[in-house]
């Protein structure tokens, strides 16, 4: 499904690859890339794309979640937090092809965890990041 008007569009240039770097055109990051060691690499100083995967998909999951918060007049907690974990490895059925696993804790201390868990569920239907995945990737949401 498409998108129908454009808000916001991110600009950002990789080379190299796995061991090279990556630029956003407002020069906000700037980044040196290195290949995790379970990747074959060597685990250099750089970040990866899966870091930077759960690092954004994190950042806008809470972002969905104060939205549906707002929307539903829920006063969500400051102190609101998720911890992602983005897999690759090989597919199933598909020889020579990787993909993407995500699982995300996330924390909404002092709310009632069905209270919370209805949150979650609600901002996973809206988040961009969920529904880019939604069919593709398997994703666990647990509130902890």
Do not use: W
Not at 90 to 101: D, E, L, R, S, V
Not at 111 to 120: H, S, Y
Request: aromatic content about 4%.
């Amino acid at each position: 499904m498409a998108i129908d008007k454009a808000v916001y569009t991110a600009h950002a240039t990789s080379t190299g690859g796995r061991t090279g770097s990556a630029a956003s055109s407002d020069g906000k990051i700037q980044l040196q890339l290195s290949t995790p060691k379970e990747l074959g690499g060597d685990s250099g100083p750089g970040t990866n794309p899966e870091q930077l995967f759960a690092a954004g998909y994190s950042a806008c999951f809470i972002g969905a979640m104060k939205a549906v918060a707002a929307r539903q007049k829920i006063v969500l907690p400051a102190e609101v937090s998720i911890t992602a974990d983005v897999s690759i490895g090989p597919m199933t059925g598909k020889p020579g092809a990787f993909g993407i696993a995500v699982s995300m804790a996330v924390s909404v201390p002092g709310m009632d965890r069905a209270a919370a868990e209805a949150l979650v569920a609600a901002a996973h239907e809206v988040c961009p990041y969920s529904n880019a995945t939604r069919g593709n990737v398997d994703v666990v949401l647990t509130v902890v």
